[in-house]
C-alpha cells in the first residue's frame, strides 16, 4: 500500500527557515515524479513545486521561487522541500503528492496527510 | 496561467439525490487533462477521476466525470453517507497546475 508521510512542520518566524520531508513506502519511489501542493483556507489548494523521477528536473510556483527547493532521496526514498525567506503567506498545510505513472501530464494519484507550517512571530 | 471556477460553492442534498458539480477553465484544458479530488476534514485529498472522465483505482461507479475544453462536470449518481465532503477540481495541463477553489457537498 502507498504510503507518504510528511514531517518536519513547525512555527517559524517571518524570514526564517524549514524543511519539510516526506518519506514514501509501498511503492518504486526512484520511478514516480513528486510534488509538493499546500492548502490554507483562503487560498485553498495551491501547486508549489514539482521534481522529475530522478530528480534532474525541478518545477516552481511564482511566488516560491528562489526562496524554495525542492529535492529527493532516491535512496532513502524521501522528497524534501527547503523553505527559506519564509512570509506569513506561506502559512499552509502542505503536502506531498505522487504523480499518477502516465507518461506525461498526470494527475497526482496518492497523498500524505500534510505538515503544518506557519509563519509568524 | 489558467483559472478554474467551480459551482455552486455548496450544494445540500439527501442521501440518495444525485450530485452535479461544475468546473470551467478561463481557457482549454487541452486533452482533458483535469482531475477531480475528495477532501474530507483533516485528510489530503484523495483522487477520484483523471483525463476528465477515468475513475481511479478503487472508485465506485456512482462516481463519473465528463465534459472537455473548457467546461467539466463531476456527477455522483446516488449520494452515500460517505459522500458528503468537500471536491476539487485540478487542470495538469499546463504550469502552474491550478484547482478549483472547491464545492461543499453538504447533507441537507
Known amino acids: 500500500e502507498v504510503h507518504l508521510l510528511e514531517s518536519g512542520g513547525g512555527l517559524v518566524q517571518p524570514g526564517g527557515s524549514l524543511t519539510l520531508s516526506c518519506a514514501a513506502s509501498?511503492?518504486?519511489?526512484?520511478?514516480?515524479?513528486m510534488s509538493w501542493v499546500r492548502q490554507t483556507p483562503g487560498k485553498g489548494l495551491e501547486w508549489v513545486s514539482s521534481?522529475?523521477?530522478?530528480?534532474?528536473?525541478?518545477y516552481y510556483t511564482d511566488s516560491v521561487k528562489g526562496r524554495f527547493t525542492i529535492s529527493r532521496d532516491n535512496y532513502e526514498n524521501t522528497l524534501f522541500l527547503q523553505m527559506n525567506s519564509l512570509r506569513a503567506e506561506d502559512t499552509a498545510v502542505y503536502y506531498c503528492a505522487r504523480f499518477m505513472d502516465c507518461g506525461g501530464h498526470c494527475a497526482f494519484d496518492y497523498w500524505g496527510q500534510g505538515a503544518l507550517v506557519t509563519v509568524s512571530s | 496561467e489558467i483559472v478554474l471556477t467551480q459551482s455552486p460553492g455548496t450544494l445540500s442534498l439527501s442521501p440518495g439525490e444525485r450530485a452535479t458539480l461544475s468546473c470551467r477553465a478561463s481557457q482549454s484544458v487541452s486533452s482533458g487533462h483535469l482531475a477531480w479530488y475528495q477532501q474530507k476534514s483533516g485528510q489530503g485529498p484523495r483522487l477520484l477521476i483523471y483525463?476528465?472522465?477515468r475513475r481511479a483505482t478503487g472508485i465506485p461507479d456512482r462516481f463519473s466525470g465528463s465534459g472537455s475544453g473548457t467546461d467539466f462536470t463531476l456527477s455522483i449518481s446516488r449520494l452515500e453517507p460517505e459522500d458528503f465532503a468537500l471536491y476539487y477540481c485540478?487542470?495538469?495541463?499546463?504550469?502552474?497546475?491550478?484547482f478549483g477553489q472547491g464545492t461543499k457537498v453538504e447533507i441537507k
Open positions: 485540478q487542470q495538469y495541463d499546463t504550469l502552474p497546475r491550478a
Open positions: 483525463d476528465a472522465s
Open positions: 509501498g511503492y518504486t519511489f526512484r520511478s514516480y515524479a
Open positions: 521534481i522529475s523521477a530522478s530528480g534532474d528536473r525541478t
